[in-house]
């Protein structure tokens, strides 16, 4: 129950392309759905995050959208640029604690 | 704002001798740290929680002697990696906590023993 199921494990997008990346989680305690990006050899960075009093947020390129009742959330990348080539990982906390719940990651490529 | 340095980078050290990796948040109090550790191609596995001016609370199957975790201000804590070995070698990322289920991360130590 406090896992989140990240998919796809890769994905290799054409630039300018959409690039979706999924999440699913059972816990309906999480409250907190933060989306980061990893270059290799750094640490992670928060990109984006949503809570479920909304159904979408965007900022820029980025956009999370959330479906409460399914208990998915994902991240959609418009007009994928090479520099995004990364691996994203999903995670959930609940407010009760800091702990983040992660997802395994999805190496992203994205194609001159 | 909400940055989390750590030191250093990168570290080698021989096999049975102890490693300290810094971890600070530059511009925000903590009161809460995380120490993880990433294999190669893999997600982040938690560690350990680190709260200010407590012990810290260790996941399951971390050898709380051989990491040994110090929260000693509200911007700094340390992991100390005692009697290394070989299988000890990661990238060894810490995070601190911002507001409510925000996490700042550092980033990275890579830690090599020989």
């Known amino acids: 129950q406090q896992q989140v199921k990240q998919s796809p494990q890769s994905l290799i997008v054409q630039k300018g392309g959409i690039s979706i990346i999924n999440c699913a989680y059972e816990n309906t305690a999480f409250d907190y759905f933060p989306w980061y990006q990893q270059f290799p050899g750094k640490g992670p960075a928060l990109l984006i995050a949503?809570?479920?009093d909304v159904s979408e947020k965007k900022e820029g390129r980025f956009t999370i959208s959330f479906n409460k009742s399914a208990k998915q959330f994902s991240l959609h990348i418009m007009d994928s640029q090479p520099g995004d080539s990364a691996t994203y990982f999903c995670?959930?906390?609940?407010?009760?604690?800091?702990?983040?719940?992660w997802g395994a990651g999805t190496k992203l490529i994205i194609k001159p | 704002g909400a940055v989390v340095s750590q030191h250093p980078s990168r570290v080698i050290c021989k096999s049975g001798t102890s490693v300290k990796i810094e971890c600070r948040s530059l511009d925000f109090q903590a009161t809460t740290m995380f120490w993880y550790r990433q294999f190669p191609k893999q997600s982040l596995m938690l560690m350990a929680t680190s709260n200010e001016g407590s012990k810290a609370t260790y996941e399951q199957g971390v050898e709380k002697d051989k990491f040994l975790i110090n929260h000693a201000s509200l911007t700094l804590s340390t992991l100390t990696v005692t009697s290394a070995h070989p299988e000890d070698s990661s990238f060894y990322i810490c995070s601190a906590g911002g507001s409510v289920s925000e996490q700042y991360f550092g980033p990275g130590t890579r830690l090599t023993v020989t």
């Open positions: 949503i809570r479920p």
């Open positions: 995670a959930a906390s609940a407010r009760s604690n800091y702990q983040l719940i």
